[in-house]
């Protein structure tokens, strides 16, 4: 584990030039760049150098290049300009590549762990309803940032925060105790009490409704148990049909975060008294505030309100007693948020460290899905649910198989199906970078070629066909991948532990699916020009070795995505 191909080659190359730079007699280390393509793999520009050497970055680097030993990883190590360029031997690169994915296998760029322990909270969707395609990238962007932290060595625990306390929910609990859903009634729990939710929505244009809502509001803001038990209890009704949903592409939580917990246990009250005594809060008819100004936030409002008239406590003051607890257990607590909540994250943020507590909130935020005519919207039920989007998916994909392989068993083309439409949902939403936004079109989302997870699953399956159809391998020589197909698709293969690195530090996803697509364009392109069960015996068997180690990879980096890895389609 932690073994990385291209990592223990640019360590070497760091190592050279800095033996030769010690030579020239200064301590000065030089960084160290990917040049293009036909330059080689490494570059060190010696502009650094320019002053204290008094020569020109183009002598410096001739000087460099000529002092460095002839070192079998290096094909060549010249100059080029003020560069100093290192081209990879590309049998050392073969067989290095080759041997360490034949031995980590399902490990391979995986990092040894690291100790830290990091809550990444995603999805926290108000539990009143189903979740819907213009929120999907939260929960996908979670799960598949939380699967590359875990290869990154990295202790994570998933949560949702369930907002119970919110007006939302509330409004929902009032509806189900006093309106008559008539008709057939849906079979999950979160379809189901949508209906409820936008009654009792329209039943508030009512003075006494809006009434019983509001006290009904006190009272568990007051800590009412019997509130919280009805309200909580409904909830939970909404929480069990959305992870079923998410069940069905593949996202798990570890654990759930009650919102009412930190009003109950007074963990609330406490962030109150504590921001009330600062003098960069003040009251406005009774409401505590924070005053915008003092920390260069500036807009139409310069008060940020930390609790209502009456005393009791917002969304965002509860916000930060669950993010100080967080902190107790915690070395890292990372947000996926929607766009919208990025004053709200910043408020929070600045009030958990004025409470006293150093680290730093990272959120990461994304832009909503929306449809070609416009944003989605519950209340006005312009919405596509996830629940429609899987089932259209899978619908389509059985569409593919039943054409494709007529001869497979029910079972057999009803778990591909699952499989691929799946794995298009999620790739479709992970390829793109998520502060862009995303216009839902189906044929996009549930397109079978191209840049798409069907695209990459079907290279897996080809792979492992070909492996079916093959004796089981003995031994090989890398030394015979010498075609330029093969030296491609070993270099790529070679970036997936640096790819996952770069991935984990800056925080990002998109990457990945682009990973995925290229690996898999390259293996089909040497599956092209590069037979493999018809060459001849010592070839065919580097080639296999080739495909197997290109299969391990590709099942790595679909488990990545959270998509699944099929034998066949």
């Known amino acids: 584990m932690d073994f990385n191909p291209l990592e223990m080659f640019s360590n070497r190359a760091f190592d050279l030039v800095n033996q030769a730079l010690s030579k020239l007699g200064t301590h000065t280390r030089l960084s160290i760049e990917v040049p293009p393509e036909d330059m080689g ?4 520009p010696c502009f650094l150098l320019a002053k204290e050497l008094r020569k020109s970055p183009v002598e410096i680097a001739k000087i460099i290049s000529q002092s460095i030993p002839k070192d079998k990883l290096f094909a060549s190590i010249e100059a080029s300009g003020p560069y100093v360029n290192f081209r990879i031997e590309p049998s050392e690169l073969s067989r290095i590549t080759v041997e360490s994915i034949m031995e980590f296998r399902e490990e391979y760029g995986n990092s040894e762990p690291t100790g830290i322990k990091i809550n990444l909270e995603h999805t926290s969707a108000n539990p009143n309803g189903p979740l819907h395609v213009g929120r999907a990238r939260n929960p996908i962007i979670g799960d598949t940032l939380a699967r590359i932290l875990r290869r990154c060595g990295h202790e994570v625990t998933t949560e949702f925060y369930v907002d119970d306390m919110g007006k939302q929910q509330v409004t929902l609990t009032w509806g189900v105790e006093n309106l008559t859903q008539e008709g057939e009634i849906p079979e999950k729990a979160d379809h189901a009490m949508v209906w409820y939710y936008q009654e009792a929505s329209k039943q508030m244009e009512k003075p006494e409704v809006l009434a019983e809502i509001n006290a009904m509001i006190s009272k568990y803001e007051a800590k009412d148990k019997n509130i919280a038990e009805r309200v909580q209890a409904n909830c939970k009704k909404v929480l069990e049909g959305m992870t079923r949903s998410l069940r069905r592409l593949d996202i798990h939580f570890d654990s759930f975060a009650w919102e009412s917990r930190y009003v109950f246990d007074g963990s609330v009250e406490r962030v109150v008294e504590k921001l009330r005594a600062m003098d960069c809060t003040a009251e406005d008819n009774g409401a505590l505030y924070l005053s915008l100004e003092e920390f260069d936030i500036t807009g139409q409002e310069n008060k940020f309100f930390l609790t209502r008239g009456d005393g009791s406590s917002l969304y965002s003051t509860r916000d930060m007693a669950y993010h100080l607890d967080k902190f107790v257990n915690y070395d890292r607590a990372i947000d996926i948020l929607g766009e919208d909540h990025r004053l709200k994250a910043k408020i929070v943020g600045i009030g958990v460290n004025l409470l006293g507590q150093e680290k730093q909130i990272e959120p990461i935020f994304y832009s909503f899905v929306s449809l070609p005519e416009g944003k989605m919207s519950t209340r006005r039920g312009r919405v596509v649910y996830i629940d429609d989007l899987i089932e259209e998916a899978v619908t389509m994909a059985r569409k593919e198989v039943d054409l494709r392989r007529p ?80 030296i491609l698709l070993i270099k790529i293969l070679a970036r997936f532990p640096s790819m996952l690195k770069e991935c984990g530090t800056s925080m990002a996803c998109h990457p990945v699916a682009a990973y995925a697509f290229e690996l898999a364009s390259t293996f089909n392109q040497f599956y092209r020009d590069c037979p493999v069960l018809i060459a001849e015996p010592e070839l065919k068997d580097s080639r296999l070795a080739l495909v197997i180690a290109t299969k391990f990879v590709l099942s790595n980096t679909l488990d990545t995505l959270g998509i699944v890895a099929p034998e066949e389609l």
């Open 41 to 44: 793999d490494f570059a060190f």
């Open 407 to 486: 001869e497979l068993t029910e079972e057999l083309k009803r778990g591909i199906a699952d499989a691929v439409g799946t794995g298009a949902i999620r790739y479709n939403i992970i390829r793109i970078q998520a502060e862009k936004q995303i216009v839902f079109k189906w044929e996009e989302a549930l397109s079978f070629d191209g840049n798409s997870g069907p695209f990459v699953q079907y290279s897996h399956a080809r792979a492992s066909s070909i492996l079916r159809k093959a004796s089981p391998l003995k031994k090989y020589d890398t030394a015979k991948l010498t075609h330029p197909s093969e």
